[in-house]
């Protein structure tokens, strides 16, 4: 009986994909634990090989180097053909996992549209198929080419409509009017472009909807980018106010309200502008805030507190609610009672005062309310009077040497602040915050001395009170000077 003779060469390929292949594999798989342990996102990309390329391309050598079949036989074509085709899934794993996959967050790859990646595999695609076509199966590239032009122009026609959205896309991406991450305005809806694909725009509305808008549509008609030339946003608002109030005074209420709130930053300016006389005097409200996700946050903000310092001041906005012409006596009609004297008696403090001690106060103290967020006193400011809290909670800042705030305190239903106003001229040595919307009760400096003349034991407590946040505000900035 006759057995095949395998020449020396063969007998050399035979033996080394017998010990080579298992050993490739081997080596392979322990690279692969090594790095999935370390959660490197090749991984994907080594499996691919050590899985599906390297076992196609044993059988490849087999057949050809050691069974002895031609290059043109068809098993070793069919063969081959696989091997290429895991070859062009493992570059596209590659690409997708290692350079974009695992980009971290704001970086080129994370901003790179979806589009051009897929442009980018399509090409990797097209030219590994020519190259099967070609070194495989020996096809004739230029006839392939011609009968594809035929057919590419009835399927043009048919998909017109879909290609040109493609079409579109592909001048969006490289004219690159927006970005993914950008917000931008189109028919009414404002959004952030969160996807570009092959057909369309994928936008996140404030809402948090998902708006598709076909490329043709950005591409043909107009929109507004928000977030080029820069991040910056400029914000408008319009109020009015009544014609008995000086537009000076309202300009530099409301001016103060913006320059309490922290996303509105100094620079550029915010500028408030008296614009038109009709029913009311109207003024535009101009600020910048970072970035357009902060816009509706500073909006909200400042027309909240813009309520309250209008009616600290005595404004009236164009639609006024109904109030008393007595002003903060209203205020107090709304504890039930009638006079402050009456108010102070509900406090432990003010429990003993008697009629004299507290003679002559109606018409000196006031109510007056602060929004949640809002600062009542800055550090180094002069203090107006004694601010007794009728509701609400506050919070007592130093700021140390670094200029970073830090509490020291805070005050509730009760309690009061600003104590250093018994001392004639002292400004305040810490900054207060309301916690809260805050209600409270303004004494004068005289009439806080005329108080503690009355009543000597509240003078002790304020002098007590006083000590001991001094001793804490310094202790603060002692050990915030000693960490730094």
């Known amino acids: 009986m006759d057995f095949p003779v395998f020449s020396q060469e063969m007998l050399r390929w035979a ?37 599906l390329v390297l076992p196609t391309l044993a059988a490849l050598l087999l057949l050809m180097n050691v069974v002895g079949l031609p290059r043109g036989h068809t098993a070793v074509r069919v063969v081959e053909t ?70 590419s122009i009835v399927i043009g026609l048919a998909l017109q409509e879909p290609l040109g959205n493609v079409f579109a896309g592909m001048m969006l991406l490289f004219e690159r009017p927006i970005a993914v991450g950008d917000w931008i305005q189109i028919d009414g809806t ?49 109020l009015g106010f009544s014609y008995d109030d000086a537009p000076n005074k309202v300009k530099s209420a409301l001016m103060a309200v913006l320059r309490g709130i922290e996303g509105i930053p100094a620079e550029p300016q915010p500028v408030i502008r008296t614009v038109a006389y009709d029913s009311t005097v109207r003024y535009h409200v101009i600020f910048t805030v970072a970035r357009q996700e902060g816009v509706a946050a500073a909006h909200d903000e400042f027309l909240t507190r813009a309520w309250y310092a209008a009616r600290r001041q005595g ?122 919307d805050l209600e409270v009760l303004v004494i004068p400096p005289e009439a806080v001395h005329a108080l503690v003349e009355g009543i000597p034991r509240l003078g002790r407590e304020i002098g007590t009170v006083l000590d001991v946040r001094r001793k804490a505000a310094h202790a603060a900035r002692r050990v915030k000077a000693i960490s730094h």
């Open 82 to 151: 696989v091997m290429w085709i895991f070859l062009i899934h493992a570059a596209l794993s590659f690409v997708n996992d290692v350079v974009f996959a695992s980009a971290a967050e704001g970086s080129w790859q994370s901003r790179f549209p979806k589009l051009f990646l897929d442009l980018a595999r399509l090409i990797l695609v097209l030219i590994g198929a020519c190259i099967v076509l070609s070194t495989v199966w020996g096809a004739d590239l230029t006839k392939l080419a011609a009968a594809l032009g035929v057919g």
């Open 15 to 51: 033996v080394g994909l017998l010990v080579g292949f298992p050993l490739a594999m081997l080596l392979m798989g322990e690279a692969i634990l090594r790095l999935r342990r370390h959660n490197r996102p090749i991984v994907t990309t080594l499996t691919i090989l050590r899985s």
């Open 315 to 436: 404004l009236t906005p164009a639609f006024p609610t109904r109030r008393s012409d007595a002003g903060d006596q209203a205020d107090l009609a709304a504890w039930g009672v009638a006079r402050p004297a009456e108010l102070l008696r509900r406090f432990p403090q003010f429990s003993v005062a008697n009629d004299e001690a507290l003679a002559g106060l109606d018409s000196k103290v006031t109510v007056t309310t602060y929004s949640r967020g809002e600062r009542l006193i800055s550090e180094g400011e002069r203090l107006p009077g004694l601010y007794l809290i009728l509701s609400g909670k506050a919070s007592l800042l130093i700021r140390d040497v670094a200029g970073q705030e830090h509490e020291i305190a805070q005050v509730g239903h009760g309690e009061y602040f600003g104590e250093s106003t018994l001392l004639s001229g002292q400004a305040s040595e810490v900054s207060v915050t309301a916690l809260e």
């Open 190 to 238: 404002t959004g952030k472009v969160v996807q570009i694909t092959w057909r369309s725009v994928h936008i996140e509305t404030g809402t948090r909807e998902l708006r598709i808008v076909p490329n043709s549509s950005l591409y043909k008609g107009s929109f507004s980018n928000l977030s080029r030339p820069d991040t910056l946003r400029t914000e408008v608002i319009e």
